[in-house]
């Protein structure tokens, strides 16, 4: 009998290739079908700047990111995605995961980043300048850690430190039944935009007694600069010198609202965009100001400029940057020599002095806002607690909120408002005493000495719960220049902020060339990432030889299952006999 169904098996198998496709295919289908596919976890990223500046390209030029991750750690990050937390990150560490071709860097920030180490903090503000000027075309994100995306890294960091701890035969093993991730976006590949306006606000307090009085124009740019545009909160450069601008204007339109103390300058306050390329609203207000049209305040008597940058630190220095020496006699020596009375006087653990620089053309980047006004031939000069124009502080995502310190910040602006002011009315001629306090906590009259009857009101004393509400506002959210459109939030309240205390406010926009732009940003700058759990690719070659080895061997006794079942029989008799 057991003749009889190895001869119809026989034929069956040999004949019947159909009903061998009908039975065997199912198991295989079965045994190679995809295992499920988990998305361990959706996160956002930010990615490095991308963006180009007088015809020179600077950044990431890529956004699209559909890898696997690694850590530095791994012998191979060729196509890889690579994984570091802000810690264990340096500079050596991103030029060796680029010289490997890797597919994507993704540096894991904290959430706090306040709270991290002093010395952690220094080193990576002073790797961003190094990190902007290699242009790559690897994608570089950024993300704020969280208890999934810790874990994603602590897992993808054992698996590439065993690969390089154990024997062939561990690795191999290891990497077949190992979990990997594969890290995937989202987002599309970015592209220039060419229609965008960078926006940039103008308003003025017109003086009294005349139409050729001198002008002061007061001077700060709004927008942000860091590694990453959606991280760049720009709290100390620049927020804190737009803070001290609309606190002057607060102030000083106090000061004309009353016919005593109507003073005989114009004052123009100007708060301009694209100041961290190259201050390109700063250059398109001249230009429209003195090349196309007839008449500007700028055109007439300008006694100087005033622009403000990064006051709000924590340290007792404060500089006043210019490019050429004031000479005696001049309104930018008088107002020089105020600052000297006022902080010698009144505030004497700050250390107030000059720092002279020239207009270095041959540079791609102006050191400061005050150098556009002087290539116009206007004498301009920027206040600053910073002694260099280079410090890392300019231009990092670290400038947070928490690094201001606002009592700082205050005392710097009641010393340049109290050094305006004096200036402005001319008391030092007229012998005012060298520690007056002008704007004090009485709403009350004082007569000068020698001052003509001239009255002054003594307005409220600088309020650091109004300077810092303001500054809570504007770093409420990031002001890299290419994230404010001339619809923007940010844009709406400070002309909101300007109308409640100047004249005349308006609006300025500067759009780049589109045959030879000076400027130029792309998009894609934010975006949600994927990590999906997913087995290694030699899982799925080693899972191929092994369906492949089963088929070929099931094949091999179907066809000949005559002889393995008459084989199996001589086996099984012989143990019987024995």
């Known amino acids: ?82 994984l570091m937390r802000l810690a264990e990150f340096s500079f050596d560490k991103f030029q060796e995961a680029i010289r490997q071709s890797a597919g994507a860097v993704v540096i894991i920030l904290p959430q706090n980043m306040s709270m991290m180490p002093q010395d952690v903090i220094q080193q990576f503000m002073e790797i961003e300048p190094e990190l902007l000027a290699t242009e790559t075309i690897v994608p570089v994100y950024f993300a704020l850690e969280d208890d999934e995306l810790l874990s994603i890294h602590e897992q993808t ?192 653990e700050v250390k107030f002095s000059m720092v002279h620089k020239k207009i270095n053309l041959a540079e791609d980047m102006l050191a400061w806002e005050h150098e556009r006004f002087g290539i116009r031939r206007l004498p301009a000069f920027t206040v600053s607690r910073l002694e260099s124009h280079r410090n890392s502080l300019r231009t990092t995502i670290m400038d947070m909120r928490s690094q201001v310190d606002i009592q700082k910040l205050c005392r710097n602006t009641k010393i340049i408002a109290e050094a305006l002011a004096r200036v402005i009315y001319n008391l030092t001629e007229k012998g005012a005493p060298e520690d007056l306090q002008i704007f004090t906590e009485q709403m009350v009259s004082r007569e000068l000495p020698n001052s003509s009857n001239l009255h002054f009101s003594l307005f409220k004393q600088l309020q650091e719960d109004h300077l810092s509400s303001v500054l809570d506002w504007l770093t ?58 997913v087995k290694p690719a030699i899982f799925d070659l080693l899972l191929a030889l092994c369906i492949a080895a089963y088929l070929g061997l099931t094949y091999l006794i179907a066809q000949n299952f005559g002889f393995f079942y008459n084989l199996v029989r001589r086996i099984t008799l012989k143990q019987k006999q024995h």
């Open 476 to 533: 409420a959210q990031p002001r890299a220049a290419q994230l404010v459109d001339k619809d923007s939030i940010l844009i709406s309240t400070l002309e909101y902020y300007m109308n409640r205390y100047l004249k005349d406010v308006k609006r300025h926009y500067v759009k780049a060339d589109k045959r030879d732009p000076e400027f130029l940003f792309y998009d894609q700058l934010k975006q949600t990432m994927n990590a999906y759990r």
């Open 157 to 348: 960091h054992s698996a590439s430190v065993s690969q390089g701890t154990s024997s062939a035969a561990e690795v191999l093993l290891h990497t077949a039944t190992a979990n990997g991730f594969q890290m995937v976006t989202s987002g599309a590949q970015s592209k220039a935009i060419s229609d965008w306006s960078i926006t940039s606000l103008e308003g003025k307090l017109t003086g009294q007694g005349g139409e050729d009085l001198p002008t002061i124009v007061i001077v700060a740019h709004y927008d942000s600069f860091g590694v990453a545009p959606w991280l760049s909160y720009g709290a100390d450069s620049n927020g804190s010198g737009v803070a001290a601008l609309l606190e002057l204007a607060r102030l000083f339109s106090k000061l004309y609202t009353y016919k005593r103390t109507h003073a005989g300058y114009n004052i123009m306050f100007f708060v301009s965009g694209g100041g961290k390329f190259n201050y390109q609203g700063t250059k398109r207000w001249l230009e429209d100001n003195l090349d196309h049209t007839d008449s500007s305040l700028l055109q007439d008597n300008v006694a100087f400029v005033l622009c403000l940058d990064t006051l709000g630190g924590n340290d007792d220095g404060l500089y006043l940057h210019v490019s050429k020496p004031p000479k005696e006699a001049t309104p930018q020596h008088a107002f020089l020599k105020e600052l000297e009375t006022v902080t010698s006087s009144r505030f004497p």
């Open 1 to 82: 009998m057991f003749e009889e169904a190895s001869e119809v098996f026989d034929n069956m198998f040999k004949g019947s290739f159909p009903l061998t496709f009908i039975v065997f295919i199912p198991a295989v289908l079965i045994l190679v079908s995809p295992l499920p596919i988990e998305a361990a976890h959706e996160f956002t990223v930010y990615r490095m700047q991308q963006y180009d500046l007088q015809g020179q390209a600077y950044g990431t030029r890529n956004a699209m990111l559909n890898t696997e991750a690694r850590t530095i750690e791994a012998d191979v990050l060729s196509r890889r995605c690579v």
